[in-house]
């Protein structure tokens, strides 16, 4: 077995480990094809848990230099891409992340007749926000489904989490430290540092961020998944959005709640909001890429109205790269309900 090494002073145990086995593809010391060693010889090797080997495995087979196969083990791929001997077949199969039973003849009758009540209007640039028809249908699906009372002026749509993210940045500064959890969606550091700021991590216990972590943090902004955070799989517990609520008030930062899959727990599991418990200091952000299908690329924010009043007067240039078309299916797919009723399907499912 190749010799890994997890020093006590350095990084997370998963990122080091994830950064030695992603070396060790690069170099050729697992060609494409190989089977990597089990997660729990590695955990035996370098006395870490089989949870935090999951997790840097987990990092990799998002990236592609992996692909783990069931009841088999994870096996390298070459150079971070799809194996040969399955992309056509991925090609033409539906991607694991959408689900099975997904109203997709109800969504088709709303693209035709967006098409007819619309006409030469979906040709037309999207408004610098998103259309006003988007904002509402998110507007009245928030009160339903999160308790939130927000209006369309402090709406925002753009194309997915990441672009959400870079925007962020920009908004807040890149003198900004953003405090992430760990682990956390890589993605989410990797927009942040490129686009100029720093990011500081803070490890997660078994309720949401470690306490003492939390009370010590100095960062301007604070960047939190309260449900099912990826990879850890983690929720925060009411106790622990309450402390997060605190520690923003306390020091008057912000709070950036990436709620991404929340809409997927059961009704009486929902989770309160940190938008709800502090709406003044919270950007809410979310995206339908887990609610409806990855294609959409469709995200959106919601500010506090001095936020949204100070983007307006920096970034208020900004074009919503949002197709009019997608933002007015989405409305009505939203707006008629069959948005809920997929997702409440879902739940029952998952109840099982």
């Given at each position: 077995m190749t010799r890994f090494k997890i020093e006590k002073q350095g990084p997370s145990a998963y990122r080091q480990l994830y950064a030695q086995l992603k070396e060790a593809l690069v170099s050729g010391a697992y060609p494409p094809g190989s089977r990597l060693p089990s997660k729990r010889a590695l955990a035996a090797e370098l006395g870490i848990s089989v949870i935090t080997v999951e997790h840097a495995l987990a990092l990799l087979a998002d990236e592609g230099w992996v692909e783990p196969r069931e009841r088999s083990g994870v096996y390298a791929l070459p150079h971070g891409g799809v194996a040969p001997a399955r992309a056509a077949l991925e090609e033409m199969s539906l991607p694991q992340n959408v689900p099975k039973d997904f109203p997709f003849n109800a969504l088709a009758r709303i693209m035709r007749r967006t098409l007819a009540d619309k006409g030469e209007r979906i040709l037309a640039k999207s408004p610098p926000l998103g259309t006003i028809e988007l904002r509402g249908a998110i507007r009245r699906y928030l009160a339903r489904s999160r308790g939130l009372d927000v209006d369309e002026g402090r709406i925002l749509i753009g194309s997915g989490a990441e672009a959400l993210y870079a925007l962020l940045v920009q908004l807040l500064g890149r003198g900004t430290l953003f405090a992430v959890e760990d682990p956390s969606w890589e993605k989410i550091r990797l927009v942040y540092e490129h686009n100029g700021a720093r990011c500081v991590f803070l490890p997660m216990g078994p309720d949401g961020i470690d306490d003492a972590a939390l009370s010590a943090c100095a960062a301007g902004a604070l960047h939190v998944t309260p449900y099912r955070s990826y990879p850890s799989g983690i929720s925060a517990s009411a106790a622990k959005r309450a402390a997060y609520a605190a520690w923003a008030e306390a020091r008057g930062t912000w709070l950036i709640e990436d709620d991404y899959n929340s809409e997927l727990a059961s009704p009486r599991g929902r989770i309160e909001t940190l938008a709800a418990l502090l709406p003044?200091?919270?950007?809410?952000?979310?995206?339908?890429?887990?609610t409806i299908a990855p294609s959409f690329r469709t995200g959106y924010l919601?500010?506090?109205?001095?936020?949204?009043?100070?983007?307006?007067?920096?970034?208020?240039?900004?074009?919503?790269?949002?197709?009019?078309?997608?933002?007015?299916?989405?409305?009505?797919?939203?707006?008629?309900?069959?948005?809920?009723?997929?997702?409440?399907?879902?739940?029952?499912?998952?109840?099982?």
């Amino acid at each position: 077995m190749t010799r890994f090494k997890i020093e006590k002073q350095g990084p997370s145990a998963y990122r080091q480990l994830y950064a030695q086995l992603k070396e060790a593809l690069v170099s050729g010391a697992y060609p494409p094809g190989s089977r990597l060693p089990s997660k729990r010889a590695l955990a035996a090797e370098l006395g870490i848990s089989v949870i935090t080997v999951e997790h840097a495995l987990a990092l990799l087979a998002d990236e592609g230099w992996v692909e783990p196969r069931e009841r088999s083990g994870v096996y390298a791929l070459p150079h971070g891409g799809v194996a040969p001997a399955r992309a056509a077949l991925e090609e033409m199969s539906l991607p694991q992340n959408v689900p099975k039973d997904f109203p997709f003849n109800a969504l088709a009758r709303i693209m035709r007749r967006t098409l007819a009540d619309k006409g030469e209007r979906i040709l037309a640039k999207s408004p610098p926000l998103g259309t006003i028809e988007l904002r509402g249908a998110i507007r009245r699906y928030l009160a339903r489904s999160r308790g939130l009372d927000v209006d369309e002026g402090r709406i925002l749509i753009g194309s997915g989490a990441e672009a959400l993210y870079a925007l962020l940045v920009q908004l807040l500064g890149r003198g900004t430290l953003f405090a992430v959890e760990d682990p956390s969606w890589e993605k989410i550091r990797l927009v942040y540092e490129h686009n100029g700021a720093r990011c500081v991590f803070l490890p997660m216990g078994p309720d949401g961020i470690d306490d003492a972590a939390l009370s010590a943090c100095a960062a301007g902004a604070l960047h939190v998944t309260p449900y099912r955070s990826y990879p850890s799989g983690i929720s925060a517990s009411a106790a622990k959005r309450a402390a997060y609520a605190a520690w923003a008030e306390a020091r008057g930062t912000w709070l950036i709640e990436d709620d991404y899959n929340s809409e997927l727990a059961s009704p009486r599991g929902r989770i309160e909001t940190l938008a709800a418990l502090l709406p003044e200091r919270t950007l809410y952000l979310s995206t339908f890429s887990k609610t409806i299908a990855p294609s959409f690329r469709t995200g959106y924010l919601v500010l506090p109205a001095p936020l949204m009043a100070e983007y307006r007067e920096r970034l208020g240039f900004y074009s919503c790269s949002v197709p009019v078309y997608d933002q007015y299916v989405l409305a009505e797919f939203i707006d008629s309900g069959e948005l809920e009723r997929s997702l409440s399907r879902r739940r029952r499912k998952q109840r099982g």
